[in-house]
Nanobody, 123 residues
Framework: QVQLVESGGGLVQAGGSLRLSCTASGNIFSINAMAWYRQTPGKQRELVATTTSSSSTNYSDNVKGRFTISRDNAKNTVYLQMNSLKPEDTAVYYC?????????????????WGQGTQVTVSS
């Protein structure tokens, strides 16, 4: 069916920047909302940023002003530009997308997740 492949994670010092990317592939009819989540051990998965099919965006209060979510619809790709990184941003970051898939029987809308990419910010 659909695959979401993430890249761009790594180890950076506080104040540095990273750019995450997530590309969807498969029998895609359309992609609605796309989002980035993050999770650390012992904590609930946290919604970081969302973008609609028309590129409207929303951010959590913890990252607003530092992170930017964007999308390239022609490439089925969503990005997360992370600037002024802080140690508390350390987490596994997950890509999520609401996708309408094509089958020979019908079209169905479902949520899909990437495998996650580790972001570590040192003091």
């Amino acid at each position: 069916q659909v695959q979401l492949v993430e890249s761009g994670g790594g180890l950076v010092q506080a104040g540095g920047s990273l750019r995450l990317s997530c590309t969807a592939s498969g029998n895609i009819f359309s992609i609605n909302a796309m989002a980035w989540y993050r999770q650390t051990p012992g904590k609930q998965r946290e919604l970081v940023a969302t973008t609609t099919s028309s590129s409207s965006t929303n951010y959590s209060d913890n990252v607003k002003g530092r992170f930017t979510i964007s999308r390239d619809n022609a490439k089925n790709t969503v990005y997360l530009q992370m600037n002024s990184l802080k140690p508390e941003d350390t987490a596994v970051y997950y890509c999520n997308a609401e996708i309408q898939i094509m089958t020979i029987f019908d079209r169905k809308t479902s949520d899909y997740w990437g495998q996650g990419t580790q972001v570590t910010v040192s003091s």
